[in-house]
């Protein structure tokens, strides 16, 4: 049983910093697929990251574009999301996302079976 485990978020001014940490267990870490989404309340869960197991460049959501950064340790099993410049609409409820099957460009979260719990970001203005 493949198990996330999020952590890093929090409380930041807006042009604040936070970065996201993905514990991941009970699977060969460097062969998953793995990615970042967010949900903010009353919206649908939206893509935001993802990196690939085979390496190439990551994705991002245009919304997130050169101010968030995705990167994995495949020895620590570990993927992170450093966020820069965070405004008050990256508010959200974040979550790590896996998946050994290919995933498409943007990716779809149906296309990833595990899941993290979330993890709270919340950007005062």
């Known amino acids: 049983q493949v198990q996330l485990v999020e952590s890093g978020g929090g409380l930041v001014q807006a042009g604040g910093s936070l970065r996201l940490s993905c514990a991941v267990s009970?699977?060969?870490?460097?062969?998953?697929?793995m990615g970042w989404f967010r949900q903010a309340p009353g919206k649908e869960r939206e893509f935001v990251a993802a990196?690939?197991?085979?390496?190439?460049?990551?994705y991002y959501a245009d919304s997130v574009k050169g101010r968030f950064t995705i990167s994995r340790d495949n020895a620590k099993a570990t993927v992170s999301l450093q966020m820069n410049i965070l405004k008050p609409a990256d508010a959200a409820v974040y979550y790590c996302?896996?998946?050994?099957?290919?995933?498409?460009?943007?990716?779809?979260?149906?296309?990833?079976?595990?899941w993290g719990q979330g993890t709270q970001v919340t950007v005062s203005s």
């Open positions: 990196i690939r197991w085979s390496g190439g460049s990551p």
């Open positions: 996302a896996a998946s050994a099957l290919a995933i498409t460009t943007p990716p779809k979260d149906h296309q990833f079976p595990y």
């Open positions: 009970g699977s060969t870490f460097r062969l998953l697929n």
